[in-house]
């Protein structure tokens, strides 16, 4: 299997997909139990674990249930601080940031 940095989205999601129905499995539920422990639709279930396709809400509802949630708030985490200065630097700068706005053409 590739390094995840080297895997397609797609790819990632099979994974992600095949990993749920490993452990869904493992603790010998059917897909209807899991689907009802989640609070998902069987067919959203089924479509996840044979496609790797599912909304955002429904995969974090079938992580809780599965108790596979545990690394999710390190998805999108700040890199760690290198020195002291840094972590200054961007406690600092962690006040709410905009994009630019663009200028309105007529």
Do not use: N
């Not at 603790?27 to 396709?53: D, I, P």
Request: net charge positive.
């Amino acid at each position: 299997m590739l390094p995840v940095e080297l895997q397609s989205p797609k790819e990632i999601a099979g994974t992600i997909a095949r990993r749920a129905r490993a452990l869904r499995l493992h603790r010998a539920w059917t897909q209807q139990e899991t689907a009802e422990r989640a609070g998902v639709t069987l067919a959203s279930y089924r479509r996840f674990e044979r496609t790797g396709s599912i909304s955002l809400d429904r995969l974090l509802r079938v992580a809780v249930a599965l108790g596979a949630y545990g690394g999710l708030e390190q998805l999108f985490a700040p890199p760690p601080a290198a020195s002291l200065a840094e972590m200054a630097r961007l406690e600092a700068s962690e006040s709410r940031k905009r994009g630019r706005r663009r200028d309105a053409k007529p």
